[in-house]
């Protein structure tokens, strides 16, 4: 690798290179530019390069791998970890690229690196179908599928990763190549949940499903005298749920614009995929009979509305810290830990859901996909999104704590895009980034042998890492 100091006026040949242009930190917009959805994560990059098309990534990397700069590959900016910027390196920041193309003969969604969820969904709806995303909207749609993609599909069609049908990657010498079931499938199998660490995407393409035009959701609202009956019922009734059926449970204490008050509540959500909306009312008519909510806010909408419909809670530029895990079983005394916890919340501060997995995501063969962990009947994320860093500890210590008693229900699975960037958190010193917990000792092993194929200096280590294996090791 050639290595010289880095004066203006290689910048500025780089500059002339990328159509999108670059932003040095003299740049009146280099605050804005170098800013990530989570403002706990600081970071000031060297340069920040802006893909105007996916022409500028080759020449982009070639720029860093000659200066010997870390990469930070961009797509939506909200990695918790913060591995969408970098002290000292170049930011690739994929925005612009986000156009999307439906194919409603084939259901081939394609999507470039910058595309949000919001544009994925404001493209499909036309034609009847989704692809299984996340449930905020302005999430990127590449680190998602890259790290896997849980939301209101995963039981009806499994994760965005298990839909991602082929990819166009920019490997760190400049290669294009594609992953298919046909060309490189090892490939594909790695960035089914192995995260940014094998070359840059430049193209996803997704199978997308048929959806109704209007869609039966909504939230079930609890207050605190209900919780035990109705996580109890709750527990019970996802016991034998159809797959059409997806639901996660939030607590959380209301913003001040849903007008439920100040105290923390308990929300069944839920999205039903069938087209028979009769069948999915059915369904939720048993868990409204086993605990009556004191707010049944249950709607028909259109899948874009439903899909940005929790936008609001989180802005841009709060302060985050995450911790998740998989989990056995939602019995008697993980229901007493939550309404212990849940009793604790604070606006502006944290919340927790717990997704119901199994479905389609269960029966995914463990080995088609880098994405481990299917066994897990439910997964319990536990965030923040305050705003004054003077609250960080008591926030990040409430978020521990949670992680810390949900332990003896946990099934051990950890999932990437749901983690924070613990070993380079102050408030969490030392801690590890835990792979083999996340994908398991025989993934992480097939993972490494495809990161030695595609990356074998690691030019890519700004993400949940995975270390190339040394040839003979
Ligand atoms: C408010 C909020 C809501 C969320 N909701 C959900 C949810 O409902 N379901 C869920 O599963 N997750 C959810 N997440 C987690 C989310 O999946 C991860 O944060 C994910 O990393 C975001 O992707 P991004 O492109 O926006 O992030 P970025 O920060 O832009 O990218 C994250 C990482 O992905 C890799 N990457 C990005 N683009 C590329 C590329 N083109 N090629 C190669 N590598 C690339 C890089 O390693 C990069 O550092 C949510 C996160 C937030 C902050």
């Known amino acids: 690798m050639a290595q010289h100091a880095i004066d203006v006026s290689d910048y500025r040949q780089l500059g002339e290179t990328i159509g999108g242009g670059i932003v040095l930190p003299d740049d009146a917009d280099y605050d804005e530019a170098r800013a990530v959805w989570n403002a706990m994560i600081d970071k000031r990059p060297a340069v920040i390069v802006r893909a105007g098309s996916v022409a500028d990534v080759a020449p982009a990397l070639a720029f860093a791998r000659d ?47 910058g595309a949000t969820l919001a544009d994925l969904d404001a493209a499909t709806a036309p034609h009847g179908l989704a692809v299984p995303v996340g449930v905020i909207s302005a999430t990127g749609i590449a680190g998602l599928a890259l790290g896997g993609g ?103 204490t209301p913003p001040p614009d849903w007008e439920l008050g100040a105290e923390p509540v308990v929300v069944v959500g839920f999205a039903w995929s069938g087209s028979e909306h009769q069948a999915g009312q059915d369904c939720l008519d048993r868990l409204l009979a086993a605990a009556p909510p004191d707010v049944p806010d249950v709607a028909r909408l259109p899948w874009p509305q439903w899909q940005s419909s929790l936008d609001a809670v989180f802005p841009r530029g709060v302060r985050a810290y995450w911790r998740n895990t ?59 999104f305050w705003n004054d860093s003077a609250d960080d500890a008591h926030h990040v210590d409430f978020i521990r704590s949670l992680d810390t008693a949900m332990r003896p229900f946990s099934s051990g699975a950890q999932y990437l895009n749901f983690m924070g960037a613990e070993a380079d958190n102050p408030l969490v010193p030392g801690a590890p980034a835990n792979q083999p917990s996340v994908y398991g000792e025989a993934q992480l092993a097939r993972l490494r042998d495809v990161k030695l194929a595609y990356d074998p200096a690691n030019l890519l280590r700004l993400n949940h890492n995975i270390p190339p294996t040394l040839a003979g090791a």
């Not at 870390?70 to 690739?92: F, Y």
């Not at 199994?358 to 080995?367: K, P």
Request: glycine share 12%; proline share 3%.
């Open 67 to 113: 200066h010997d700069l870390l990469i930070a590959i961009r797509g939506g900016g909200h990695n918790v970890a913060g591995h969408g910027t970098v002290d000292g390196g170049l930011v690739l920041d994929l925005a612009a690229c986000n156009d999307v193309h439906v194919d409603p003969d084939t259901r081939i969604v394609t999507a470039g690196p």
């Open 150 to 252: 849980f939301g209101w599909l995963t039981r009806a069609h499994g994760l965005t990763a298990d839909n991602l049908v082929a990819a166009e990657v920019v490997t760190v010498d400049g290669r294009t190549v594609r992953a298919s079931a046909t060309e490189n499938p090892d490939l594909l199998w790695a960035l089914k949940g192995g995260g940014g660490n094998f070359g840059v995407v430049t193209s996803f393409s997704f199978s997308a499903h048929p959806l109704p035009t209007s869609v039966l959701c909504g939230n079930l609202v609890y207050s605190a005298a209900n919780w035990t009956r109705a996580l109890r019922a709750y527990a019970r009734w996802t016991e034998d749920v159809p797959d059409e059926m997806t639901s996660i449970v939030t607590s959380l």
């Open 326 to 384: 998989g989990l056995n079983r939602l019995d008697g005394d993980a229901i007493d830990v939550i309404t212990r916890f849940a009793s604790q919340q604070t606006w502006l501060g944290t919340a927790f859901d717990i997704h119901h997995m199994g479905g389609a995501f269960g029966r995914v063969d463990e080995h088609s996909s880098s994405f481990p962990s299917r066994n897990a009947r439910y997964w319990i994320n536990i965030y923040g």
